[in-house]
């Protein structure tokens, strides 16, 4: 029973981990980006163009591995297409239109769970319903497993896992090196902390903004497809994936804007979301109580960081300021 | 004397390649002061352009479409009767919230919990009706419902609050993760009121019970323009309104002036939290029933249409009037196109991006200098 639990915690933990690390790498440059649940959003929907892309181009399933591995990536680079061209239009109206970032990041939200469902709507009109990508993400999945029929507890919890999985908790170390210890993530956190101070020393800093934004929605993106390809497996549960979405941004608080300790705090948020629904609580309502459960604590982790008013616990500086070299 | 001799390279070194500094084609500066016209103009403008845009997208995606937008928007507001008060319906809650949340906005206190507000007092005035005896005399019930949802939302807003004014703590994303906690709170009473389906549904007591079904529409509208003339005063001639103001320009002026900056903050924020209330109840009165979903995302909007609005009550009257007739326009070309419910976000969103790009027009000025291709062939000649 245990090891089914940790199991499907560590299946959920990518949604968590892809959402905060790249909206870590953006609010680390300072741009408070809410319109991360819509990139999620169109996350999934790149990843349905990917797959009737890939129908289009080669006409059926992949049948032997290299088209598994082509599918794989069309799907993947749609995705982070979609996410990139999200960030993109976050930094053109954030950096270069100097509009205010909740407002848009608000809109984007909106907007990108709409156009999940409209591309759907629009695929299932075309006779391509619900179980058109199940056999697709079933391939995408099986691609880099092991072996499905996985023996001993190791085996299940580790290596019984898709692509995406591996890639999720890679890209979450990569960020968190780069952030700490080169100087690209030196520049990116002064960019985040006081924008003035690091054009001054000669840092671009809409350059900066522009590149952590869009990388960072690139990788969001990247969770709405790992939802979509590796959990439901190309079947929409519509209404789910903005909750998650606004569960990542918690978990950047939660991680102090730390990627690797998101790792452990994707687990984490995971393993709370997942525990009513193995163990089961004595009654249902208490049930329901406890899905909330991550929300209060990264309220709580929201007000011990502000009261003990650490510096190293703090969000960067200038988060959701917009820059504006001439403005006193 | 001896010759001091100077080392010819120390006084003249030589000098280290610096790349002249590139004039940049497009010039950026704050615009200083906005005339009324201007401003009127480019509000015009944006508004139609978003209009076109949002047409343009029902075109994109069925073809042959674009003047329905603009006629099936116009049908689903004057098509009939039930059609008229649905888009009333829209746009007493849309301007109801906008206005709810103004304040805190004015003060720059980023209130997006509205929509959690909105619940929480929705679910403080539904378990009264539901657990009150029903011999309780239904004006009693209407008004301790009523009271009940009003001082739960300000409870609800006061919790951010409190932690904002006394350890500055991020009141964006703690107010963004009180909703969900408001959500799970409705979802687990619904459990306890009805543990078989958990649905909060057929309250009797307080509920508003109107032989022409019409008032039920009618009465949130008024209640809805009441608290707007209300916020209306309490911004511009009140103290509270100037105080809360200046708080939000800037804290530091505020404290030296006299304001007690926390009690201004825990007040305003208050407020706000309370008219949420009022908005929860009057949805509850209304429907007779709470989900999780009864605002379906619309706290989120009103915080864009008061931003948009510029924290001004008549543009938030005109902005909610808007965005509730994009609302229930494109949902119904949305259906009668079969293109799917969420059409309308797509609609919306768009709408509000579009003018929000405008809202540069307004801050800024953009300043082409010519000069950087006149220099450049200059210095090609002199090469």
């Known amino acids: 029973m245990f090891v089914t639990l940790l199991k499907e915690a560590l299946r959920l933990t990518p949604i968590f981990l892809f959402g905060s690390t790249g909206e870590t790498l953006t609010e680390k440059s300072g741009h408070l980006n809410l319109g991360t649940p819509g990139i999620l959003c169109m996350g999934v929907a790149g990843g349905m163009v990917g797959i009737s892309i890939y129908d289009l181009i080669f006409g059926g399933f992949p049948t032997n591995f290299g088209g598994a591995l082509a599918l794989f990536l069309i799907v993947v680079f749609m995705a982070m297409l979609f996410g990139a061209l999200s960030g993109l239009l976050f930094s053109f109206f954030c950096v270069s239109l100097r509009c205010n970032q909740n407002v848009m990041g608000l809109a984007y939200t909106t907007f990108g769970i709409g156009f999940y469902g409209l591309v759907f709507n629009s695929f299932e009109s075309q006779g391509k319903g619900i179980f058109y990508f199940n056999e697709f993400c079933y391939t995408i999945n099986t691609l880099f497993m092991k072996d499905a029929e996985a023996t001993n507890a190791f085996e299940k919890l580790f290596l019984a896992n898709g692509g995406l999985w591996y890639m999720s908790f890679i890209i979450a170390i990569v960020v968190a090196i780069i952030l700490k210890r080169t100087r690209v993530g030196l520049n990116i956190r002064a960019v985040g902390e006081n924008a003035g101070s690091a054009d001054a020393a000669g840092i671009n800093v809409s350059k900066y903004r522009y590149l952590t934004t869009i990388i960072g929605s690139a990788i969001s993106a990247l969770g709405g497809l790992y939802y979509f390809v590796e959990i439901n497996i190309g079947l929409l549960e519509f209404g789910k994936i903005d909750t998650y979405g606004w569960l990542a941004v918690a978990l950047v608080i939660f991680t102090l804007w730390k990627t690797d300790l998101g790792v452990l705090g994707a687990f984490l948020f995971a393993f709370l979301f997942k525990l009513p629904e193995i163990y089961g609580l004595p009654s249902a309502e208490f049930n329901m109580l406890f899905l909330y459960l991550p929300y209060f604590i990264t309220i709580l982790v929201l007000l011990a960081t502000s009261i003990f008013d650490r510096k190293a616990g703090q969000a960067p500086g200038n988060l959701g300021i917009t820059y504006f070299r001439e403005e006193r | ?383």
């Open chain 2, 1 to 383: 004397m001896s010759e001091v001799k100077f080392d010819q390279k120390l006084i003249n070194p030589t000098p280290r390649k610096v790349k002249p500094a590139r004039e940049k084609f497009i010039h950026i500066t704050k615009k200083l002061d906005v005339s009324m016209k201007y401003k009127v103009i480019v509000r015009v403008i944006s508004i139609v352009t978003a209009l076109l845009v949002c047409a343009l997208i029902l075109n994109l995606f069925s073809p042959g479409h674009f003047g329905d937008f603009f006629s099936g928007s116009i049908n689903s507001l004057v098509g009939s009767d039930k059609k008229f008060f649905n888009s009333v319906y829209e746009f007493t809650l849309l301007l109801g919230l906008s206005i709810a949340v103004l304040p805190s906005f004015k003060m720059k206190f980023w209130n997006l919990g509205g929509e959690g507000q909105v619940l929480i007092g929705g679910l403080a005035a539904a378990l009264v009706s539901r657990y009150i005896s029903p011999s309780v005399p239904n004006f009693l019930t209407t008004i301790i419902m009523f009271v009940a949802a009003v001082v739960a939302g300000g409870i609800w807003a006061a919790i951010p609050a409190f932690f904002k004014a006394k350890f500055d703590t991020n009141e964006t994303l703690f107010t963004l993760m009180m909703n969900y906690i408001a959500t799970g709170l409705i979802i687990f009473f619904a459990f306890i009121a009805d543990p078989s389906h958990g649905l909060f549904t057929n309250l009797k007591n307080g509920i508003f019970n109107f032989s022409n079904s019409d008032m039920l529409i009618i009465v949130p509208f008024i209640v809805v323009v009441l608290m707007t003339a209300f916020m209306f005063g309490y911004l511009n001639y009140t103290k509270h309104g100037y105080e809360l103001s200046v708080v939000g320009e800037t804290r530091n002026t505020a404290k030296y002036i006299g304001i007690n900056v926390k009690g201004v903050i825990l007040r305003t924020v208050i407020i706000s939290g309370a008219l949420c209330g009022i908005i929860g109840y009057l949805s509850v009165a209304k429907q007779g029933s709470i989900s999780e979903n009864i605002m379906s995302g619309r706290g989120f909007t009103a915080v864009m249409i008061a931003w948009l609005g510029h924290m001004n009550v008549l543009e938030i009257v005109i902005m909610s009037f808007l965005v509730a007739f994009i609302t229930r326009g494109s949902g119904q070309v949305a259906t009668s196109l079969d293109l799917g419910t969420d059409f309308t976000k797509i609609t919306i969103a768009v709408f509000l991006i579009v003018i929000l790009a405008f809202e540069f027009f307004l801050n800024y000025d953009v300043h082409f200098n010519k000069n950087v291709f006149k220099n450049k062939k200059s210095k090609e000649v002199k090469e």
